[in-house]
């Protein structure tokens, strides 16, 4: 036999019609191991052809019998008859949520378009914002930042738009540069739920032809309520690759094609036929019910843009033919496509159904043929939404748009998505281009296979003509653009045989909990799928009538050539089943026994049955795949869950567990691989698999394989590191990567729907996936509810309130399968059960089961106790008690009043349950019962807490008695988990016969009986200590402020009462600091009952008023746990004396060996190497350790100069220059010193230094910068191990000599001292500084789902601490001595808790993307503080419009704890009028810092500096804090030696002789601030110390609870009083900038393009003049004289531009000022990048003049002017030609290329000169060419005049030079012609006075 896994007869193929594809099996089969499942490649179209698929069914059943078949072992789900246990009733409905969409508009570069003023416009939904505008750019620069804010259903949230489009402003409007969408899914999907520092690429979705219009840095962050948004790590400054940075997901490719999405829509049917608009049940009452009033539409949105079908009026089954084509690129920025049917109606269109396509689930995102494009069908969609017969009403409309989980079926759509790939646009052929060929061809055949008369792809290739077209709606103006709609041709029909008769088979065993409301009305129960089954409507055709079993037994023996005939055998024998049974008979429910509020229907004797016939395609072989899927998942799922359990509790044990079940995954998964590789080769050439369903099953195949891979992986890792955590979180990875494969996104049978009907009204439902319930013959493809009996919890159509909406529990057994098996409908029935009329012989499902036996049980509920459960009084308590059901017996506990984790210690009876079925079934299986706890309340009725279902353990008669185990079950409130409950159940068989009786139980006052003594926990009597420490924040309660607290800690029915504080304002600490309580503890610490916190505050009179409470579930992070011993003082042992001659020494004899650390003390470059050797013991003078250290590996270089002072740093920086010999010199002087031109090293060179060091850690965004010099480089180079320390300066001249293209380091800053930055606060670096105490929020009031719940019910802290041990015979003596001695073990290394002076200093560094607060989008923050009854308000240093301000401000003020310990740090918005505005604020718990054994007062620096920008700021130096450290700890003194420091037996050796003025001297402070910084490895006391840091701390705002409102970066220093008083505080005042001057001569232009010619001569010329700018500084912009007719292009100028600027030289920007407009109040400072712009223009006089040309030039690194114009070329820009930067070089002179659409459009020389301020007073110049030092006038041709001004010029040099011969001769005739003229007019004239006159 082949060695299959998993092929099933459910997968079997079949090349003919695939009527007979499952479960041929005419008799039932022989009863064998269903565990072992076959799999023969031969029958599923191996190498041998099966005859046919009978037969080859045939032989399988055979081997099945055969004795020794080598059959594979399959894990399936254990065949229980009860669906698995599911302890949450009901879900929450989804609520609408606040989201925050934040984003920041960095810049846009390489923008198509001449001269543009660019601005971003976004959008997202209706909501609307854009930037400033920029002018004349195409590379703006914005650095915006804007909110937006939602409050919406998730769903509809995340399918949000977020679209930018960079808009060209102009006067009256505006084009469309391009734009850029993704939706807000693709987002939240990201790490961190964003994206940072990417790039958007533009285009133009109306014409995709144009390609890449250009791209918009930004950032996009999506936040939900709670989510902490991490700002996220700035990009360096340097030449970006933008394309290797693109805004797409990991994994996507940096070119994306354009695709059209076609969307096939061809005919819907099953709608529902009656409008429920008011315009249409007028209607109906005219015509009457029977024409279909609907007039439906298909709508279809993808990525904000929206197609729609014609309209088909009035019919339920339209059929539409038509196709929606969307033009996007692929992959799209968008997650799924949605389909919405709508009924067009005069009043306003109402939607039927919806439907959402997850493109993740159709498509394979993988390289090459593996991957596949979106594809689905052709095939159905069913749509849910309301009750077809409903009203109109607020929650109908949602459901039926797709809110909420559908109540209804409404109807399916019969379609096909297909998506291809545009070979133009940008994409070039990309792997997704490659990947289309496949795919095309696939469809090809399939559309001939179906048709041969359809050409390929059905009417796709029509739409081809107008893909252009397809997003050629304008899509500027935001509204969601119209897609293209076309005709396309009708699939061919289905076959008739191709459908097949299902048949859903159920039997109601159980219906309980009834809500009493629905009144004694017969209630019956209606199962339905689709419209098969609807009693109130049922659909129009009755399904085809199915064979009898008989019948079909006879037609599987017949011969194969009666297979074509097949639809034949479908006549109607006399004996088949005519109707479907839909609905139990209406029956009247009875009150349940012991609850007035339930009723139950009696069904003990007889169980209904339905049956619902229903026709449907057979394509159940998709079903079939999934459950095999989903069987693999359940497993697997199953192991982890119990591996977590166990890690949870500590256990060993879980990580083989975790092993077994990975193990066991990839086991199961190659079984699958297997089955789906048999399944593809036999089913290659069906015709009816559709494109998606072949590729669904490679993927399935490849995914299963990769994640056999990642199992395998994830257990070979474990053994290297990371432990059962690490392995728990990749399973739980691997787990919803299953799950995302089981579901089948091509739908076939509608899901099953449970009605419970009261009076034809419909009152609850629940809904059941068909695929669950599928039969297959194959046990692993079986659905996991098929042949069970599942609970199920019916719930209210719609909106549902917060209370318990079950209106009735229902066990049901429900098979559902092909009407060829409904002879296995019965065969998982529970033993005891029989069909009451005839069963599966009959041709008829029976109409009712019979109970052939019932048994009488007592169910016995031992409910003891609860815990953690939610607050339900104003008091923030809860007066519960549980309601027991099951069946129809219901009882109630006592209510225990005001508690949270309630001891009921009750046992609850319930006699005479009556169970039918076979006794072995109940004990295997037991009826479930269900648990609600209420809380009490006296007026009204009693409030849902929540609920949970157990399983009671079942003692029969027949077997001996054993006490059932306590066990907590989690007890859920709607989704929140509302607490546990700790109780046990049994159910005992009662007997008649007096032989056997269940123990008898306690019985107490009032009839109540208590839990049992064997069966309550084993108890020991423990010791709880408990440290009172102090009470905090404490707010009024009933509107008096809490003044006399006091704490009651209450554990197992026991209470310790703190001493009450006197007066809480002027000491909120407790006078007696520790107590403690002996308790009465189960000896199972699972089992430990819950501890409560509870605040009284004592009044006059005695009064007592609860303050609020905490309650702590778990005590075990109180346990005990003796602390390690400090190591014995070993005196003997030292190392020699200073005395001894220098040499290795050896210890003495029998000494024990003393751990040696060698500290490398680079004075200011950190720690380099560290060697913990053991038994090493060098002598005190040698320092070298040279014997032990040959091996070249363990090399140390250790400095021999002291750190070195400001005015040293010059020498070190020249001996550096000697270090980087062989570079040009025009290298060396790339230096940040030189930019700054002074060397000044403050606080902010060591923040730079730490930035840019943190960047480095993180691994630089863009590896490939380096391989280039780059201007920015040193931030993020090699350069940076200059600063920060890290290697010996050997390695890195070799490192530097191996690349020859990188900066040298950067400079002054020789191993600058750094500090930590870190991106959270400190708390959370730290463990919230709890070491020493833990601090317990209270709470108070009604514990709700509602929005800031949990703010408003805060009433305050305590502080305290407990330590929990068990109490043995030597302790119990000891206690009453040890409490008298005050030996607690709680309060050791407990400080006292008196008050203490403490002098604080806050420094505030800056603030980052604060939330706008001015309606322009911007804020005028300022800082204030708060502590205790001190606040510092800084309005009057208010920053203007500025969202990221540097406040660099420093605070001191002095508190005394515990009174002022918590600041407050605010942001303030400053408002002229009226008060000012929040914007967020952040609050530390000084205390917990200052008592904390990380030392969180005053955080340790790098390195030890007496002066400078690293001066020591603590009171105590490095050696007196190590010392203190030691005695505070209980450890000896630190021995210092020369050249080592030993601390409890470590040896720390390292530099401590110092060169200071010629002289040595001997200091201990470096090397003691190195153990300082490794503190953490001192032996029982070590931890790590707090080093001096930055901190980033969120903001929040009330207003907006849970919503990030932006963050401060700060730090706080604390010194006592007592103390010697610290240094003077550290000046982190903001650097000013500095004034610069930037003098550009301009001398002369070429080869600029001539745009004019002359309307006479015909000749080309320009007036050429040049504009130029900073940018940011466009008001200062300044303009060169016209260079008229130049005829060449040359232009001669001679002409001065003077750009005077403020500058930063350590952020490198320009610092801009100015008023944003006319009625500004102040100056808004902005930063921008050095980047000046030239452009050339052509002078026009009457109309506006032409741009010709730009150049941009970032001035910190622009490419040096080429020396001739010649040599000018326009690909100096672009190519990595060297660059300069003119702070730097000072000055630099050549030729630069004018550019105007990527062409080559003039050159320009100029010379640049830059200047400080005080450099140009001295030395002044003229603008333009004015005094003084004017500039020489340029030597301009004779032709370069303005015609207007000068006309006669103008003549002279355009017309007669040109013309002179023609004008003279011109001149001449006309002379000669007036001659002429006059002669012949005078002549006669003369002539007759000649003749008169004689």
């Known amino acids: 036999m082949h060695d299959g896994r998993l092929a099933t007869a459910g997968m079997e193929p079949s090349r003919r019609k695939p009527k007979l594809k499952f479960g041929l099996k005419g008799k039932k089969k022989k009863k064998v191991n269903t565990d072992l499942v076959l799999a023969n490649k031969g029958a599923v179209g191996g190498e041998v052809e099966a005859p046919s698929e009978a037969s080859a069914l045939l032989q399988g059943e055979n081997w099945e019998d055969q004795p020794g078949t080598s059959a594979v072992r399959t894990r399936i789900i254990p065949n229980n008859k009860r669906a698995k246990l599911k302890t949450c009733i009901q879900k929450s409905e989804g609520r609408p949520q606040s989201f925050q969409i934040c984003i920041n508009i960095t810049e846009a570069r390489q923008l198509v378009g001449e001269n543009i003023d660019p601005s971003v416009l976004l959008e997202i939904g209706d909501e609307k914002k854009q930037t400033s505008v920029q002018e004349g750019t195409n590379a703006p620069f914005y650095n915006e930042y ?45 790490p961190g739920h964003q994206f940072t520092n990417k790039w958007a690429m533009l285009t133009n979705p109306g014409d995709i032809s144009t390609g890449v219009r250009g791209y918009v840095k930004c950032d996009i962050s999506v936040s939900a309520k709670g989510d902490a948004v991490k700002p996220g790590p700035k990009a360096s400054d340097a030449e970006e690759q933008i394309d290797k940075n693109l805004l797409v997901p990991e994994g996507f490719p940096s070119e994306r094609p354009w695709a059209r999405f076609c969307v096939k829509v061809y005919r819907a049917e099953g709608l529902p036929r009656n409008n429920s608009s008011i315009m249409a049940n007028v209607t109906k009452a005219f015509i009457g019910d029977n024409t279909a009033l609907i007039d439906p539409y298909v709508e279809v949105s993808f990525f904000k843009r929206v197609g729609r079908t014609s309209t088909q009026k009035s019919t339920a089954e339209p059929a539409w033919n038509e196709q929606i084509v969307f033009t996007e690129m692929f992959p799209p920025l968008c997650q799924r496509l949605k389909i919405q049917v709508w009924d067009e109606g005069s009043m306003g269109d109402v939607a039927i159904g919806t439907h959402y396509f997850d493109l993740r689930r159709i498509s394979n995102e993988q390289d090459g043929d593996r991957g596949f494009l979106p594809t689905f069908g052709p095939a159905w969609i069913n749509l ?45 052929e990309s792997k997704l281009g490659r990947m289309l060929k496949p795919s095309k061809d696939a469809k090809a055949g399939k559309g001939v296979g179906k048709d041969g008369k359809t050409p390929a792809g059905g009417g796709g290739g029509g739409g081809g003509a107008g893909a252009a077209a397809g997003g050629a709606a304008d899509d500027d103006k935001g509204k969601a653009a119209a897609a293209e709609v076309l005709p396309v041709e009708s699939p061919p029909a289905l076959d008739a045989d191709n459908n097949e008769t299902f048949l859903l088979f159920g039997a109601l065993f159980e219906a309980t909990m009834i809500d009493r409301k629905i009144g004694d009305k017969p209630i019956s129960f209606e199962f339905s799928i689709g419209n098969y089954g609807n009693v109130l409507e049922p659909p129009e055709k009755p399904p085809p009538r199915s064979p009898s079993p008989a019948f079909r037994r006879r037609a599987l023996d017949a011969p194969v050539s009666a297979t074509p005939t097949s639809p034949l055998l479908l006549g109607e024998p006399a004996d088949a089943p005519t109707t479907s049974r839909s609905s139990t008979p209406p029956q009247r429910p009875l009150i349940v026994e012991g609850n007035r509020y339930y009723m139950h229907l009696p069904l003990e004797k007889q169980k209904p049955c339905i049956s619902v016939l229903s026709n449907w395609e057979n394509r159940a072989y998709r079903l079939h795949n999934s459950n095999m899927l989903d069987n693999i998942a359940v497993l697997f799922e199953g192991g982890v869950a119990s591996a977590a359990e166990l890690h949870r509790k500590s256990e060993p044990g879980a990580e083989h567990l975790l092993e077994t079940a990975l193990k066991e995954f990839c086991a199961d998964a190659r079984s699958f691989v297997a089955a789906a590789e048999a399944k593809l080769k036999a089913e290659g050439k069906s015709s009816y698999l559709t494109q998606l369903d072949r590729k669904r099953l490679t993927l399935c195949r490849q995914e299963l394989e990769s994640m056999i891979g990642d199992a395998r992986s994830v257990v070979e890792r474990k053994r290297k590191a990371g432990g059962v955590k690490e392995m728990l979180q990749h399973a739980t990875k691997l787990k919803q990567k299953i799950r995302f494969l089981v579901e089948e996104p091509q739908h076939t049978v509608p899901d099953v729907f449970v009605w419970l009907l009261s009076n034809n009204k419909r009152i609850a439902y629940a809904r059941l996936s068909a695929r669950d319930l599928l039969y297959s013959s194959s046990r692993e493809a079986r659905g996991i509810h098929c042949g069970k009996i599942i609970t199920l919890f019916l719930k209210p159509p719609g909106k549902r309130v917060a209370d318990l909406s079950v209106q009735a529990q229902v066990d049901v057994y429900l098979w559902y399968g092909s009407s060829s098996d409904s002879v296995h409908m019965l065969d998982d029935l529970p033993a005891g059960f029989s069909a009451a009329t005839g069963g599966a012989a009959s041709s008829r499902p029976p109409a009712a089961l019979l109970c052939a036996e019932q048994h009488a049980f007592q169910l016995r509920c031992h409910m003891y106790q609860a815990r953690g459960l939610i607050a339900a009084d104003t008091s923030g308590l809860s007066d519960p008690f549980a309601r027991v059901t099951c069946l129809s017996h219901s009882q109630t506990t006592n209510v225990i009043s005001q508690t949270l984790s309630p001891t009921w210690n009750q046992c609850l009876l319930m006699s005479r349950l009556l169970l039918g079925g076979d006794l072995q079934h109940v004990w295997k299986e037991p009826p479930r019962v269900l648990v609600e706890v209420y809380d009490d309340d006296a007026l009204g009725r009693a409030e849902y807490l929540g609920a949970t279902v157990v399983v009671p353990e079942v003692r029969l008669a027949s077997d001996p008695y054993a006490p059932p185990t306590l066990e907590y079950s989690p007890i859920h409130c709607g989704s929140l988990p509302g607490g546990d409950l700790l109780a046990a159940f049994e159910l005992l068989q009662m007997q008649e016969s007096a032989e056997w009786s269940p123990p008898a139980l306690e019985k107490q006052e009032g009839g109540i009986y208590t839990v049992p003594a064997n069966i309550r926990p084993v108890l020991s009597t423990f010791r709880l200590e408990v440290l009172f420490w102090g009470m905090r924040e404490l707010k009024k309660v009933q509107l008096l402020s809490v003044d006399r607290p006091q704490v009651f800690i209450e554990c197992a029915g026991k209470t310790l009462r703190s001493s009450v504080i006197q007066k809480y304002k002027s000491n909120p600490n407790f006078p007696t600091l520790v107590d403690a309580i002996e308790l009465e503890l189960p000896e199972n610490e699972h089992l430990h009952p819950p501890l409560s916190i509870t605040v009284v505050d004592w009044r006059a009179f005695g009064r007592s008023t609860l303050v609020g409470n905490h309650v702590i579930n778990n005590l075990k992070a109180f346990k005990y746990a003796p602390p390690p011993a400090l190591p014995a003082p070993t005196q003997t042992h030292r190392p020699p004396k200073v005395t001894e001659p220098p040499g290795p020494s050896t210890p003495p004899e029998g000494s024990t060996s003393v751990c040696v650390f060698v500290l490398d003390l680079v004075p200011q470059g950190g720690l380099i190497l560290v060697f913990p050797r053991l038994g090493l013991c060098p002598s005190a003078g040698d320092t070298t350790m040279t014997p032990p250290l040959t091996d070249p590996d363990f090399l140390i270089t250790v400095e021999e100069d002291a750190p070195p002072p400001e005015e040293q740093l010059g020498k070190k920086r020249a001996g550096e220059a000697r270090s980087t010999r062989g570079r040009s010199t025009k290298r060396k002087k790339r230096t940040i010193a030189d930019e700054s031109a002074e060397c000044v090293i403050d606080w902010w060179s060591k923040y730079y230094a730490s930035r840019d060091k943190r960047a480095k850690q993180d691994g630089s965004p863009f590896p490939q910068v380096f391989d280039k010099a780059l201007p920015y480089q040193g931030l993020l180079s090699d350069g940076i191990d200059s600063l920060v320390g890290g290697e010996p300066d050997g390695d890195k001249r070799k490192k530097q000599k191996g690349r020859g293209t990188l900066d040298p380091n950067l400079g002054p800053a020789t191993k600058l001292a750094t500090l930590e930055l870190y991106s959270k606060e400190l708390e959370a670096e730290f463990a919230s500084f709890n070491d020493w105490v833990n601090t317990y929020e209270l709470f108070r009031g009604k514990a709700n789902e509602e929005e800031g719940a949990t703010e408003g019910r805060f009433v305050g802290k305590f502080k305290g601490r407990f330590c929990l041990y068990k109490m043995s015979e030597d302790n119990a003596q000891d206690s009453d001595q040890d409490t008298d001695g005050g030996d607690f073990r709680v309060s050791r290394g407990i400080p006292p808790n008196g008050l203490v002076q403490v002098l604080v200093r806050v420094y505030i560094v800056s603030a980052s993307n604060l939330h706008p607060a001015d309606p322009d989008g911007k804020a005028d923050p300022y800082v204030v503080l708060r502590l205790g009854k001190n606040e510092i308000k800084d309005r009057d240093n208010y920053i203007p419009k500025q969202l990221n301000p540097v406040f660099g401000r420093s605070f001191e003020m002095q508190a005394t704890f515990p009174l002022e310990s918590l600041l407050s740090v605010a942001v303030y918005d400053h408002d002229l009028v009226g008060g000012d505005d929040l914007i967020g604020e952040t609050r530390i718990d000084l205390e917990n810092r200052f008592y904390s054994r990380h030392r969180a007062t005053c955080g340790l620096p790098t390195e030890y500096s007496l002066d400078g920008y690293n001066a020591w700021r603590d009171g105590l130096k490095p050696s007196e804090l190590l010392s203190k450290l030691c005695r505070d700890h209980g450890l000896e003194e630190p021995l210092f030696r020369p050249g080592r420091i030993s601390v409890a037996d470590k040896v720390f050796v390292g530099k401590t002789c110092f060169v200071h003025e010629d002289e040595p001297l001997e200091s201990y402070e470096h090397l003691s601030l190195k153990v300082l910084q490794r503190w953490a490895e001192i032996p029982a006391v070590g931890c790590k110390l707090v080093p001096e840091h930055i901190e980033t701390r969120t903001l929040f705002n009330k207003d907006r609870p849970g919503m990030d409102q932006g963050q401060v970066q700060m730090w706080v220093d604390m010194f006592p009083m007592d103390l010697p008083p610290p240094g003077p505080s550290v000046d982190i005042s903001p650097r000013k900038p500095k004034g610069y001057e930037l003098r550009i001569i301009i001398w002369n232009t070429e080869d600029v393009i001539l745009e004019d010619s002359s309307f006479l001569t015909g000749q080309q010329s320009s007036d050429i003049y040049i504009k130029g700018w900073l940018k940011g500084l466009e008001d200062d912009r300044q303009e060169t004289d016209v260079h008229y007719n130049s005829l060449t292009g040359e232009g001669n100028f001679n002409w001065r531009f003077v750009f005077p600027f403020s500058y930063l030289p350590a952020e490198k920007v320009i610092v801009v000022s100015k008023k944003e407009h006319i009625f500004s109040l102040d100056k808004s400072e902005q930063k921008l990048p050095a980047i000046l712009s030239l452009q050339v223009w052509d002078f026009e006089t009457l109309s506006s003049d032409d741009f010709l040309g730009t150049v941009e030039l970032d001035l910190h690194g622009f490419p040096r ?13 672009t190519e990595g030609t060297e660059r300069i930067s003119i702070f730097q070089q000072k000055r630099a002179r050549g030729w630069w290329p004018f550019a105007k659409c990527g062409e080559l459009t003039g050159k320009v020389e100029a010379e640049f000169h830059l200047l400080t301020a005080e450099e140009a007073e001295k030395n002044c110049v003229g603008r333009a060419r004015k005094e003084p030092e004017p500039l020489p006038k340029p030597n301009r041709p004779d032709t370069s005049f303005s015609w207007f001004v000068n006309p006669f010029k103008c003549f002279f040099h355009l017309v007669w030079r040109s013309y002179k011969k023609y004008i003279i001769m011109a001149l001449v005739l006309l002379i000669g012609a007036l001659f002429l003229a006059l002669l012949f007019y005078t002549l006669p004239g003369a002539i007759s006075q000649k003749i008169v006159n004689g």
């Open 146 to 190: 804007f909110v937006f804010e939602f409050f919406a259903y998730k769903e509809v949230f995340f399918d949000k738009v977020i679209k930018l489009t960079v808009m060209h402003s102009k006067m009256l409007r505006s084009f469309s540069v391009g734009s850029f969408k993704v939706d807000v899914w693709t987002v939240y999907r990201q």
């Open 384 to 428: 849910y939404g309301s009750v077809r017969n409903g009203s109109i009403g607020d929650d109908t409309v949602e459901l039926n748009e797709g809110i909420g989980e559908g109540v209804s079926y409404r109807g399916r759509v019969y379609m096909e998505l297909a998506v291809e790939i545009l070979s133009g646009g940008s994409g070039s």
């Open 1761 to 1773: 002017g080429a020396k001739t114009a010649k040599l000018c070329k326009a690909d100096m820009l």
